[in-house]
């Protein structure tokens, strides 16, 4: 009930703006009438001086101020069709998957950019991919050399490492090439303290446990990105060298009540490297006056060692326990993809994609354990394993105009086969048809109504073949090789408002009907792997809204607000009964992403105030959403992390710089996770204990430096 109340509450704080401009919707007082957005049914245009009041240091930080839009780097998954994003560079999407579409614009001065432009339909050539509304920025093309620095220093309330960071990009023009290269780096930590106690289902104390985590991560990166003409044809290259380190050590004081049981310490540590590299080569020409043709080719690779020691000492001192766990995984995806825009007929436009991928993942598991008489191997059923994947995919797809009314339909099929050795040797072969249809009624500008069908295929995540171990819940998380995709047909009706120099109100509803649910399934008693558990559904509606506050009082300030609330059904493979469907995500986060997918309610809203004559901003985020429960065979988890304060001030009085102060969760408010375990399948047989983690982070104080020359 008090999740539900602060929802509650957090929502009606987000209407009371929309109520208050309900009335007089087209004035915006902002005082900016040479340098509002300008906009037709489907193309709204922002220029560079429209975001001068946010002072902007770079392209990312206005394509975030960008009224009624929400970034989306692309889902992480193989393939390039849906890893691309929302975000197009002077017309073209950046030929990259692990070098994110923000990280790209971060790297770009705001003095380069001559405009953005947010697409809301088929306008030009631009392949939007399944996109509704894309932004495209377009930079200058005679820029002279400029650099973009950063620099900043993070300290967690919670312990006294000093966590510093940066980065630098040059942006310049060499033998007509644009270049824009860059280099980055940061040491971040942060410290959970508190208790992970058993209780048993009377609420008696079974185990007293007090945890401390300490996680310190290093990463460090380099990027290229090139774009000129040879001839009539455009080429671009796009690359990216990653390493990523991370350190973590738990500290577990456990004492159980039981008085024939002595207490004991648990010290867990994991150590992992990362090392990843990305190339993407894409070449575009006019083959025709009415045809354009576009080719892509991507690699990427990323390699990662892991080892976790678990080390259990009596009261004494003395080890009674030795586990240590020795990993690799091996990552490599290989893409190329043509694409075709043909123009010949008024009104249409004609387009035709073909993708082909492969992809490989290799695990590799060593694990031995050590209760006294010496190192023994511990077999892990599916942790050495090989998968790979040949998929085919290809769309045509036709865009007609006519009037206020702009329709895409399309038809795409795509074709894998997916191949196991190793702990498990399977062959699979996957076909599945993928049409769609989209609706847009424009009947003037500033307003757009949308209506989306389209039968969608998911992308199986490679690690959900392969087992690996979970020491702090001293437990196996299984690999499942017999794991298919789901599909999901989409039904999504939008309807949208644009009012004034930034006011926008979006509604959306929408109904999602999911084949072969991908959750997780029950392989025994006590031990379930991701898999398919049948057939559900998922339904909800969402409200985005950006609205200038003057009318309350508050010049030159405005409000944006995400918020969602869906619900879902599916029959539970343990119980039988209906019940929602299990999240994604089963951890805890600070930085909590809005597009979660499976809890039932997020709410977002985004308060900032420019104090333009003064140089100065402040604002603030805040973000709350549903508990998240994810269902195993025997036991129940849920998440809450409370409600998460962001605030920040911000300047650029001095010396050129523009100087952040941030804060990380303002509140710092406890997290917890309880886990309800049954003696038996869950809900089918009695509860056995409940465990009750409840730690904190701590808030983090974010000080940074931006300037450019």
């Not at 906009?39 to 946010?54: E, H, I, M, Q």
């Not at 650099?147 to 023009?173: F, H, K």
């Not at 671009?236 to 049981?261: F, I, M, S």
């Not at 465990?691 to 104080?701: A, C, P, S, V, W």
Request: net charge negative; proline share 4%.
């Amino acid at each position: 009930m008090l999740i539900k109340a602060r929802a509650i509450l957090l929502l009606a704080a987000m209407t009371c703006p929309l109520l208050a401009v309900a009335d007089h919707p087209a004035e915006d007082s902002h005082e900016h009438a040479a340098e509002k957005s300008t906009s037709t049914a489907l193309l709204v245009d922002y220029p560079a001086r429209f975001f001068d009041r946010y002072q902007p240091n770079s392209a990312l930080d206005m394509v975030n101020e960008l009224p009624g839009f929400q970034l989306d780097d692309g889902a992480d998954v193989r393939g390039f069709t849906n890893a691309a994003g929302n975000i197009l560079i002077n017309g073209q999407r950046p030929s990259v998957k692990q070098d994110t579409p923000a990280q790209i614009l971060g790297r770009i001065p705001a003095s380069n950019v001559v405009k953005v432009e947010l697409i809301r339909g088929q306008t030009t050539s631009i392949d939007l991919q399944g996109q509704q509304v894309v932004a495209n920025v377009v930079l200058r093309q005679d820029s002279p050399a400029a650099v973009r620095w950063e620099a900043y220093v993070y300290d967690n309330t919670n312990d006294s490492v000093i966590m510093p960071g940066g980065s630098i990009s040059l942006s310049d023009q060499w033998s007509g090439i644009d270049i824009n290269v860059g280099i980055g780096g940061n040491r971040h930590a942060h410290n959970s303290i508190g208790s992970r106690n058993s209780y048993a289902p009377d609420g008696s104390l079974l185990e007293d446990r007090s945890n401390d985590l300490l996680n310190k991560h290093l990463t460090l990166s380099t990027n290229l990105n090139a774009s000129g003409w040879i001839g009539e044809t455009l080429l671009q290259v796009n690359t990216e060298v990653g390493y990523d380190e991370v350190n973590e050590w738990l500290v577990a004081d456990r004492v159980p009540q039981d008085p024939d049981a002595a207490p004991f310490n648990e010290k867990i540590v994991d150590d992992r490297a990362d090392n990843a590299f990305e190339i993407g080569i894409s070449a575009e020409r006019n083959v025709r006056k009415t045809l354009t043709a576009k080719g892509i080719v991507i690699f990427v690779t990323d390699n990662t060692d892991e080892v976790s020691t678990q080390r259990v000492l009596d009261e004494n001192g003395d080890q009674t326990l030795f586990r240590i766990s020795d990993t690799s995984t091996d990552v490599s995806e290989s893409i190329a993809r043509l694409e075709f825009d043909w123009m010949r007929f008024e009104n249409h436009q004609l387009q035709l994609n073909a993708e082909f991928a492969f992809n490989a993942l290799e695990g590799a598991l060593f694990q031995t354990v050590d209760r006294g008489d010496g190192p023994e191997v511990e077999a892990v059923p599916g942790a050495n394993t090989r998968v790979e994947e040949d998929r085919f995919d290809i769309l045509l797809a036709d865009t007609w105009r006519r009037g206020h009314v702009e329709v895409n339909i399309g038809l795409g099929a795509e074709a894998s086969t997916l191949t196991q050795t190793g702990d498990a040797d399977l062959k699979r072969d996957f076909f599945f048809v993928k049409p769609h249809a989209v609706l847009s009624y424009s009947p003037r500008a500033g307003r757009q109504t949308r209506f989306r069908l389209a039968r969608e295929v998911s992308q199986l995540d490679f690690n959900d073949f392969v087992s690996s171990t979970v020491f702090q819940d001293d437990d196996l998380a299984l690999g499942n090789p017999n794991l298919k995709p789901e599909t999901t047909w989409v039904a999504d009706l939008s309807q949208e408002r644009r009012f004034g120099d930034i006011g926008v109100v979006t509604a959306r509803l929408y109904h999602h009907w999911v084949d072969d649910v991908e959750d997780l399934l029950p392989l025994s008693a006590d031990f379930e792997a991701p898999g398919n558990i049948g057939d559900g559904r998922r339904w909800g509606i969402e409200l985005e809204t950006t609205l200038p506050l003057d009318r309350l009082g508050l010049a030159s300030s405005r409000i944006d607000v995400k918020a969602r609330w869906q619900d879902s059904s599916v029959t539970d493979p343990v119980t039988g009964d209906k019940r929602r469907l299990s999240v994604d995500s089963a951890r805890i986060q600070t930085r909590v992403p809005y597009n979660d997918v499976d809890v039932r309610y997020i709410a977002q809203a985004d308060f900032r105030q420019d104090l333009e004559s003064a140089r100065v901003s402040w604002g603030f985020s805040v973000i709350s959403r549903g508990k998240r429960r994810l269902y195993k065979v025997d036991e129940l988890d849920t998440y809450d992390e409370g409600v998460i304060v962001n605030p920040f001030v911000e300047t650029t009085r001095w010396l050129g710089l523009k100087i952040q102060l941030r804060v990380v969760d303002l509140l710092a408010q406890n997290k917890t996770r309880e886990r309800i375990i049954y003696s038996g399948q869950r809900d089918l047989s009695p509860v056995e204990r409940i465990e009750l983690t409840d730690i904190n982070r701590g808030k983090q104080f974010e000080l940074v430096f931006i300037g450019s020359f």
